[in-house]
């Protein structure tokens, strides 16, 4: 079945260090978002990234749709980017609707 | 500001009352979704309107009514309240369309005591 998994399911991570999360996904998407969600439970907008690169300060994340990942790179990690990552695809032909994977939870260490 | 935004922020309540979750967004969408997040943070979809028409409906208990006003709002209605209820709420819309992007709520947080 349609399946989105991330890894590694935790991450521990000294400040100012940088960190790669991977997504992988079952089938041909339409949509690859990638979200933060703060120790608030907030969940915010990193990046809409069906396919290539892209970069937000910090972050970027890259999308190779033909091998079925994505990828969010966190350079220079702050105290402020722990929470959990999550990423979530939008299947072709899977009923406009995303679907999340279990996510990344991140903890950033001083 | 334009959002989507969800009241109320918290909701406690007892077995088998009937409680009411509101959405609305200004961002001009005309697709809203309710998805649950259980406490090991899985987020699973629940419900999409689009233009006040429900197109998914997953496989959700009868005691959850969604119920669509207009296109920017997207209400939650809760029967019969159980246990197994108590979860975090997500309210999210998007333009039509698969490749946009979604955005959220801010999220209620059901207690069912």
């Known amino acids: 079945g349609i399946q989105v998994e991330q890894s590694p399911p935790d991450l521990i991570l000294q400040e100012g260090a940088n960190s790669t999360l991977r997504c992988n996904f079952s089938?041909?998407?339409?949509?690859l978002q990638w979200f933060h969600q703060n120790p608030w439970g907030q969940l915010i907008n990193l990046f809409y990234i069906p396919s290539g690169t892209k970069q937000n300060g910090r972050l970027s994340a890259t999308t190779v749709a033909t091998e079925r990942y994505s990828l969010l790179y966190i350079s220079s990690s702050q105290t402020t980017d722990s929470g959990v990552y999550f990423c979530?695809?939008?299947?072709?032909?899977?009923?406009?609707?995303?679907?999340f994977g279990t996510g990344t939870q991140l903890k950033v260490e001083l | 500001d334009t959002a989507v935004s969800q009241t109320p922020k918290y909701l406690v309540t007892q077995m088998g009352n009937d409680k009411s979750i509101k959405c609305e967004q200004n961002l001009g969408h005309d697709t809203m979704y309710w998805y649950k997040q259980d406490s090991k943070k899985f987020l699973k979809i629940m419900f999409s309107?689009?233009?006040?028409?429900?197109?998914i409906n997953e496989t959700v208990p009868n005691r959850f009514s969604p119920k669509s006003p207009d296109k920017a709002h997207l209400n939650l209605h809760i029967n019969s309240l159980e246990l197994g209820d108590s979860a975090v709420y997500f309210c999210?819309?998007?333009?039509?369309?698969?490749?946009?992007?979604?955005?959220f709520g801010n999220g209620t947080r059901l207690t069912v005591t």
């Open positions: 999210a819309s998007r333009r039509t369309g698969a490749r946009t992007s979604l955005h």
């Open positions: 309107y689009n233009n006040k028409e429900l197109i």
């Open positions: 979530a695809a939008d299947f072709t032909g899977g009923g406009n609707k995303l679907t």
């Open positions: 089938d041909s998407v339409n949509n």
